[in-house]
């Protein structure tokens, strides 16, 4: 296992024991409509995102320290800052500031959604620092605050905490649980990241000069996702974000391909990209699709999952 810690800022480099803090598990998430409107003022971009929470989970563990440190284990975990600037520790800090205590906590984070992905690692881990470290330090904030703070740590944090399926407005960050059946998926990782900003800045200039419409969610997207037909849904799969992340990785275009030859019933880009999600049949075909794209050296790794995912969760000690 590849565990690293905080440069200046490690004085803590234990690994929490049975009993010795609070593991929360998060799962990552795949957008199975992402309409994309104009830039706002702000930089940001209103959306319609039908959020879908896969079983790839995260886990982050909260235990007392004398100062805020983090530490990551996991295949990615070299990819993954320790300092400040981590989500686990922001969460940590604004829940500190709003509780007026010291930000005292170490943070290990069991790395599984991968990093850069488009399936909001950082996210997740900031959602399951924020519900760890409520729990370890005994605030029972209430949930509406929880997704404020969520909301100030970054646009998908909110749906890390909730989970399940939802529709986000807003920059992403207004959620509206809607109805979702179970549905399987192979998500391939691709080799490297891409950064959000840089996807949605392509965006802007892929779209200069266009009348980008006011984002909405699909109805008939809503009601395949609700019936639980993965050829309805198939058909639906939208994400306004796949050209920007097609024209700064031209490479998932094959990873595409190569999902769609095995038999995956739609691909797309997960969120800001770079990793493809398959929506398949069954877990048998999962199975086949997951082979056949490793063996199309089109991807890093493959990930089988099922959605709906609960989202953020103590794990009970
Ligand atoms: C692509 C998605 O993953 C789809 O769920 C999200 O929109 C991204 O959410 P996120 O990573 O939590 O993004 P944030 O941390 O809030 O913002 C990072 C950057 O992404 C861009 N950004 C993000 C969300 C949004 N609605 N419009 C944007 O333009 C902005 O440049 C922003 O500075
Ligand atoms: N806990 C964390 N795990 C991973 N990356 C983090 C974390 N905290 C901060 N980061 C930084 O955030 C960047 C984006 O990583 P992340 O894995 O969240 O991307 P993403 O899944 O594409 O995000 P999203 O889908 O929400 O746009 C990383 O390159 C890293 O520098």
Same mark, same amino acid.
């Given at each position: 296992m590849n565990a690293r810690t905080t440069g200046a800022d490690v004085t803590d480099t234990r690994t929490a024991g049975p009993g010795a803090g609070v593991t929360v598990r998060v799962p990552a998430k795949v957008n199975v409509q992402l309409a994309v409107g104009a830039a706002r003022p702000d930089g940001f971009h209103d959306l319609a995102s039908v959020f879908l929470a896969v079983s790839l989970f995260d886990e982050v563990t909260a235990t007392p320290a004398d100062a805020l440190t983090v530490t990551c284990s996991g295949p990615d975990a070299d990819q993954v800052p320790l300092d400040r600037t981590n989500l686990a520790a922001r969460a940590a800090e604004v829940l500190a500031a709003r509780a007026g205590i010291s930000p005292d906590v170490h943070l290990h984070i069991a790395k599984n959604i991968p990093v850069a992905g488009g399936m909001a690692g950082g996210s997740a881990d900031g959602a399951a620092a924020l519900l760890a470290c409520d729990a370890l330090w005994g605030l029972d904030t209430p949930r509406e605050d929880l997704l404020a703070l969520c909301a100030e740590l970054g646009s998908d944090v909110p749906f890390s905490l909730v989970g399940g399926a939802a529709l986000g407005t807003g920059r992403g960050e207004l959620l509206t649980p809607v109805e979702a059946g179970t549905f399987h998926w192979v998500f391939a990782v691709a080799h490297g990241g891409l950064s959000t900003p840089s996807v949605f800045r392509e965006f802007d200039r892929l779209t200069e000069g266009v009348d980008v419409p006011?984002?909405?969610?699909? $109805?008939? @997207?809503? &009601?395949? +996702? #609700?019936? !639980?037909?993965?050829?309805?849904?198939? =058909?639906? *799969?939208?994400?306004?974000?796949?050209?920007?992340?097609?024209?700064?990785? $031209?490479? @998932?275009? &094959?990873? +595409? #391909?190569? !999902?769609?030859?095995?038999?995956?019933? =739609?691909? *797309?880009?997960?969120?800001?990209?770079?990793?493809?999600?398959?929506?398949?049949?069954?877990?048998?075909?999962?199975q086949k699709v997951a082979a056949a794209l490793e063996a199309s050296g089109t991807c890093r790794a493959t990930r089988i999952t099922a959605s709906p995912a609960p989202g953020a969760t103590v794990v009970p000690a």
């Open positions: 006011v984002p909405q969610a699909s $109805p008939v @997207l809503l &009601a395949a +996702l #609700a019936s !639980g037909d993965p050829d309805a849904l198939a =058909a639906a *799969l939208a994400n306004d974000l796949q050209p920007a992340a097609l024209s700064l990785r $031209p490479q @998932l275009a &094959a990873t +595409l #391909a190569a !999902g769609a030859d095995a038999g995956a019933l =739609a691909g *797309l880009v997960s969120g800001s990209g770079p990793t493809t999600a398959f929506l398949v049949r069954d877990p048998e075909s999962a």
